[in-house]
């Protein structure tokens, strides 16, 4: 009940998010970043004030915090949009709204549904996860460690872990097409590079730290001794989970320069489809059988070597079969403790 309520209020914060998008691009492709520190910095500042007024001193609950943040988005939309009205560094760049911006409009959208309905099917996966969950056996502490653990908020161990690698990936993406548009394609494919280079760094320094405060972290979100523990127990699966949805999150920036990147992501979807259907089988059939497990090692282990003999037929690359089962092989190693 209360969640659906705290749903239903946060709909007036999709309107300002959708134009904060646009904005935050708008500005990232000309590298105007000191503009936008400036500005988020300011907005969750006034979020922050924004969510204690609503909640405590005009005692909204729940409805004040979901508010909270449409107020917040907004005062960042009148921020954004001021700064290109009147600095000078967007003269050039922003005339104003004119009837040429709908001239490639079909071509964008066509772009635009497939882009969305990927969003969309990833966060819904989590979400699948969490209602899943509530028909495990003890459905308030599997439910509270999907909160914690799984990108289902903006504030959880995944959310918070992944803002590293997606910067990469924005800082990336900008650098890349703006080497494209000036035709450096030798330049783009190093930024690319570097950028995968400190991707992989990034998650392996993330990942040791999480290792290491592994048992305290889930005080920062509870103080149920069980959750904690629970929380202690799977953080060696989630740093894995992290590290790889971080490089794969960089890489598909970059999959149009690297072919290795277009193998990686592609690696790790096919583990995630396997295991996905695996793991529910050893969470509802019963008993955790080690045949399942076999079967998804087996399962994940022919698929990822079909999809490299494809690849290794089509573009000749002979390390593409080591590059997926690899890939496939550490996932499957990280879930062998769970059976």
Not at 28 to 35: G, I, S
Not at 105 to 133: D, H, Q
Not at 249 to 259: D, E, I, K, M, T
Request: net charge positive; glycine share 6%.
């Amino acid at each position: 009940m209360h969640a659906g309520t705290y749903a239903r209020w946060l709909i007036p914060s999709i309107f300002p998010h959708g134009i904060l998008q646009c904005q935050i691009g708008f500005l990232q492709t000309q590298k105007f970043l000191n503009p936008l520190i400036i500005s988020t910095s300011f907005r969750s500042l006034i979020h922050v004030l924004a969510c204690w007024l609503l909640v405590f001193r005009f005692e909204f609950g729940n409805e004040g915090a979901a508010l909270s943040i449409a107020i917040s988005y907004w005062i960042n939309v009148l921020i954004f949009s001021a700064y290109i009205k009147l600095s000078p560094s967007c003269k050039m760049t922003w005339n104003g709204f004119s009837r040429e911006g709908l001239r490639n409009l079909f071509s964008s959208v066509s772009l635009a549904i497939p882009s969305a309905l990927m969003v969309c099917l990833e966060m819904w996966s989590y979400e699948i996860l969490v209602l899943m969950s509530g028909f495990l056996p003890n459905p308030k502490l599997e439910t509270s460690m999907m909160s914690i653990s799984r990108p289902v908020s903006s504030l959880n161990t995944s959310s918070v872990i992944f803002r590293i690698p997606y910067g990469f990936g924005s800082a990336v993406s900008t650098r890349v097409s703006n080497e494209l548009g000036a035709g450096k394609h030798r330049a783009a494919q190093v930024a690319a590079r570097v950028v995968l280079f400190l991707a992989v760094v990034e998650g392996l320094l993330v990942g040791l730290v999480s290792i290491a405060v592994r048992d305290v972290w889930g005080y920062l979100y509870t103080t149920k001794g069980e959750v904690v523990r629970y929380m202690s127990a799977i953080m060696p699966v989630l740093v894995l989970s992290n590290y790889m949805d971080g490089i794969q999150g960089v890489l598909s920036v970059a999959a149009a320069l690297l072919l290795l990147a277009v193998l990686i992501v592609l690696a790790v979807r096919t583990t995630i489809v396997t295991w996905i259907t695996v793991l529910v089988l050893l969470a509802f059939a019963g008993n955790r059988r080690r045949v399942l497990v076999k079967n998804g090692r087996r399962i994940t282990l022919d698929v990822a070597m079909h999809l490299a003999t494809v690849f290794t037929k089509e573009r000749g690359i002979a390390a593409v079969a080591a590059c997926v089962t690899v890939a496939s092989l550490i996932a499957m190693a990280s879930l062998r403790k769970l059976v």
